[in-house]
């Protein structure tokens, strides 16, 4: 199995800047994309970034030159360096990996909180 575990949410002002990290630990294929969702308040599950393991990246349009997502593969680590940030960013943040193999599995984090005041 994979457990993917979050860190880096929290409270900022408008303005300001987050980091998150999700660190993969189990089995993770060689072949994978990982990426960041969110869900705001009575608001549907988004994709904000996600990033395969070849390093091509994709961003959501409100995210666009605010967000980067990176990642360190020798620490199966993805991480979302957020800029810029705006209250409307304010939401539950969910790591997802996706194992690419003859069968591909979808895996998620339990979620953080991100709150952008002001």
């Known amino acids: 199995q994979v457990q993917l575990v979050e860190s880096g949410g929290g409270l900022v002002q408008a303005g300001g800047s987050l980091r998150l990290s999700c660190a993969a630990s189990?089995?993770?294929?060689?072949?994978?994309?990982m990426g960041w969702y969110r869900r705001a308040p009575g608001n549907q599950r988004e994709l904000v970034a996600q990033?395969?393991?070849?390093?091509?990246?994709n961003y959501a349009d409100s995210v666009k030159g605010r967000f980067s997502i990176s990642r360190d593969n020798a620490k199966n680590t993805v991480y979302l360096q957020m800029n810029s940030l705006k209250p409307e960013d304010t939401a539950v943040y969910y790591c997802?990996?996706?194992?690419?193999?003859?069968?591909?599995?979808?895996?998620w984090g339990q979620g953080t909180q991100v709150t952008v005041s002001s």
């Open positions: 990033i395969t393991s070849g390093g091509r990246t």
């Open positions: 997802k990996c996706t194992n690419h193999g003859p069968l591909s599995f979808d895996h």
């Open positions: 189990g089995r993770i294929f060689s072949i994978n994309t």
